[in-house]
């Protein structure tokens, strides 16, 4: 069964995925560009209360401090990976911490990649082949990395992303727009498995194939010499190295696929790769997953797959994409490292708090809010309210993960409902709540839920209480509106409304 992971991909790998099981690897890492990448839900949204929330993926910065040099230290003394590393790549690290000196941030990002790398050549099948996919900003930096760990010999080319965009008409920069991405394409052995691909031919070449013999092959033969050159003799044009007729999002952000993640790819990229270096039934390993589109990819390709990522957004986004097209979970794929009971759920809620409250407001199948200034709310579920100007309702959810609680959060939640122009509200906590607090939810009172004009009406509580335990129940004792909005998806009001004309006819 495919495999989605969440957690630090260094300590799957090394745990979880066994020597030599992998036959293709594609991983889009941070660039170490310095940028804080937010992931933003807006295309499919559009016009849903809180639509454009931002929500901190992961920050692309890296500072030289006690954890890098843990890291640099284990990684030269063979202590931080399965295999120790080649004296060349102790020899490259030592070098490359006397040029960048000892506190850049390059060098912390550095130690960061190379125990990952080292362990993703472990991993990777002796036909096997890698695509590391960067941009300038590091890509020299880890091309040496890549051939002190895989070898000088097993590169085997660098792939040119070109990505041409209009924002050239309106840079304010006094330098050449930087249009393309770097993808470093290396072999494990010389036994890499490589399937050519090609473009088809234009339609001037095939012009002219003028005459067609008697078994219908067009050929021609007005070349030196006469002889008959056939156009079915190749299948088109070898691809080579530079890529420029794939869009990124920059291009084309109405692409359906587009998710608003700021470092997604499109699959049109992967399928190339993974048509190129893998067959169908082989297992695609993606490391730095994202928003899924190598896994997107590799399920429409007929390819296994395993995904790999630290943030448990990405795991729901996931998640949510495969849904789309009738992938489900545990039929045809497992998530581990996510909570599984009370216990685990409570274990996140201590050591990372924020991946706690995504993974809360995911089980409600709600939009997760941005880390920095919530105001109090950790996700939003947006419903179908006809009766509204804009015909979308809107309630909030509010996540304590500490084992202090007490009325004053009930109360702080009746001013959030207020200020956030919400009809009602969802507090969950890991401990159950207090009599005090019970009872200041009830005061609440209700919010009239009023459909099919007016003609059914339900009570749905301002305030209502979970606990994580609840969370694992099936169903959530929750109370919602009918109507409630799928996230990442745009809501189809035409559809409802039409729906209930014709169930009052």
Not at 108 to 134: D, N, Q
Not at 287 to 311: M, S
Not at 329 to 358: I, M, R, T
Not at 474 to 498: M, N, S, T
């Amino acid at each position: 069964m495919n495999k989605l992971y969440f957690g630090d991909n260094l300590d799957i790998l090394k745990d979880k995925i066994s020597s030599e099981s992998i036959d293709l690897i594609y991983l889009d890492p941070p660039f170490q560009s310095g940028k804080n990448y937010n992931q933003i839900f807006k295309p499919e949204t559009f016009g849903v209360k809180g639509a454009t929330s931002q929500i901190q993926a992961f920050e692309d910065t890296w500072n030289w401090g006690p954890e890098a040099e843990r890291e640099y230290t284990e990684l030269i003394t063979g202590r931080l990976t399965r295999k120790p590393p080649r004296q060349k790549l102790i020899d490259l690290m030592k070098a490359m911490r006397s040029y960048l000196t000892e506190r850049s941030p390059l060098l912390a990002y550095l130690c960061m990649m190379s125990p990952r790398l080292l362990e993703l050549r472990r991993v990777l099948k002796p036909t096997g082949s890698i695509y590391l996919h960067c941009d300038p900003t590091a890509s020299h930096y880890l091309k040496l990395l890549m051939d002190a760990i895989f070898g000088t010999r097993n590169f085997l080319r660098e792939i040119i992303w070109s990505m041409e965009t209009s924002s050239g008409y309106k840079s304010q920069a006094k330098n050449w727009i930087r249009s393309h991405d770097t993808l470093l394409f290396y072999s494990k052995t010389s036994k890499h498995f490589f399937n050519k691909l090609f473009h088809p031919h234009k339609n001037e070449y095939i012009s002219r194939f003028k005459k067609v013999n008697g078994n219908d092959r067009r050929y021609r033969d007005d070349r030196p010499g006469g002889r008959k050159q056939y156009l079915d003799e190749t299948p088109g044009v070898a691809m080579g190295d530079v890529w420029d007729d794939i869009m990124s999002f920059q291009q084309a952000s109405t692409i359906k696929e587009y998710l608003g993640y700021p470092t997604q790819k499109p699959e049109a990229l992967l399928e190339r790769i993974i048509k190129a270096s893998s067959n169908k039934g082989e297992l695609v390993l993606d490391p730095f997953c994202g928003c899924g589109t190598t896994i997107a990819a590799a399920e429409k390709l007929n390819r296994n797959w395993v995904g790999i990522d630290i943030t448990y957004l990405a795991i729901d986004v996931i998640k949510k994409r495969l849904e789309k097209h009738h992938i489900k979970e545990n039929e045809h794929f497992k998530v581990y490292g996510d909570p599984k009971d009370v216990y685990s759920a409570k274990q996140l809620a201590e050591q990372k708090p924020f991946q706690f409250e995504v993974w809360a407001v995911s089980q409600l199948n709600a939009m997760p809010t941005p880390k920095v200034g919530d105001k109090g709310v950790d996700g939003v579920i947006n419903f179908i309210d006809l009766t509204k100007k804009d015909k979308i309702g809107k309630g909030i959810i509010s996540v304590k993960g500490g084992h202090s609680i007490n009325p004053g959060m009930v109360r702080d939640l009746k001013g959030t409902i207020t200020s956030q122009e919400a009809d009602f509200s969802i507090l969950i906590t890991t401990e159950k709540p207090t009599r005090g607090m019970v009872e200041e939810a009830v005061k609440g009172g209700n919010f009239n839920y009023s459909y099919q004009k007016g003609t059914i009406q339900i009570k749905v509580p301002k305030i209502q209480l979970l606990t994580v335990a609840d969370l694992f129940t099936d169903p959530i004792p929750v109370k919602l509106p009918p109507g409630v909005i799928e996230p990442y998806r745009k809501p189809d009001i035409g559809k409802v409304e039409k729906e209930q004309r014709l169930s009052l006819q």
